[in-house]
């Protein structure tokens, strides 16, 4: 059975709120390690472009997203954006063009992260690409100093923008190895998941469509669909990369044998706040904002007992 048959796949100016737990269940022996789909490397190509998201009822929202060659089967701009896995220390490049409709500049910011940008045109918070001509193309330059888990998404008018789908996530893999959340020894895991939560108003999406965007008023926003790893039930339950969802290849199945250390990955990619209960199972969150919960000495976990996990935008 391949790791993708049994596993689940790939969490106004918002903060990325990135929660990660440890969750341990009874007896048993532990599976080999599950991992979350994504793209690695050090350097990446992003396109910004349109797409259509498929909703559980049978219909359609039109999205903005960002694509990456290779991160799915369709080479479409995708919901959520490519997950980026990389290695702490890694030197990353991010070069990112704009294809939205109607010339509509973007940009990419990286909480957790210190960033140069170059190229393209001066945002409001970071370097923004207006186009595909190559003087439009942004640059992002960054070392994965910290291991955890974390965001990305536009900078550029981004309670629109993010609401459009134009987010994603990256986990950084601590020196220690890819079967550690940090570089601490109890953070070891067999099985590790991901919980991106993001939401849409289709009204919104609908404006955006058809070049009304004077009539989009945010601060009115009323979603009405609600996405794990940009899929509703029960889209979430199919295999990833299958091809009648081909903008959204991430899926959500979380499966685990009794015996197994979880490591939960949460990250609320919207306006809203998301409470999410791993239902029969306390847990140990170790994790907040990106960085390990730490003593005073820091070098010593401190982890929270919970039962339920408010993810916040």
């Known amino acids: 059975m391949k790791v993708s048959d049994i596993t689940p796949q790939t969490g106004g100016v918002f903060a990325a709120a990135a929660v990660a737990a440890l969750l341990w269940l009874p007896v048993g022996s532990a599976q080999a390690q599950a991992r979350i789909d994504g793209i ?13 998201v498929s909703t559980a009822d049978g219909g359609s929202i039109h999205f903005w997203g960002y694509h990456a060659p290779g991160s799915n089967p369709a080479e479409v701009p995708q919901y959520p954006g490519p997950t980026l896995i990389l290695d702490q220390g890694d030197a990353v490049t991010i070069n990112l063009t704009s294809n939205l409709p ?26 923004e690409s ?19 888990t974390y965001m990305y998404y536009s900078g550029t008018d981004p309670e629109l923008q993010i609401e459009m789908g134009l987010v994603g996530a990256i986990i950084v893999r601590p020196g220690r190895g890819e079967g550690f959340a940090y570089d601490l020894p109890e953070t070891a895991f067999d099985h590790e998941v991901m919980f991106l939560l993001t939401s849409m108003d289709p009204k919104i999406h609908e404006l955006a469509e058809q070049n009304r965007f004077a009539e989009i008023d945010v601060t009115k926003r009323w979603p009405v669909y609600w996405f794990i790893n940009g899929r509703a039930a029960p889209d979430d339950l199919a295999d990833p990369f299958v091809n009648w969802l081909p903008h959204q290849p991430y899926n959500c199945t979380p499966r685990m044998t009794p015996g197994q250390r979880v490591l939960v990955r949460i990250l609320g990619g919207d306006q809203d706040q998301h409470p999410l209960h791993l239902h029969g199972n306390h847990y140990s969150e170790i994790a907040r904002y990106g960085r390990p919960l730490l003593l005073d000495d820091g070098q010593t976990l401190a982890p929270r007992k919970r039962f339920t996990t408010l993810s916040v935008p």
């Open 40 to 52: 690695t490397g050090q350097t990446f190509t992003f396109t910004a472009g349109a797409g259509e």
């Open 130 to 148: 207006c186009g595909a001509a190559e003087a439009d193309v942004v640059t992002y330059t960054f070392t994965a100093t910290e291991p955890g």
């Open 102 to 127: 109607f010339g509509k500049c973007t940009s990419m910011v990286f909480p957790g992260h210190s960033v140069t940008a170059s190229g393209g045109s001066d945002g409001l918070l970071t370097k």
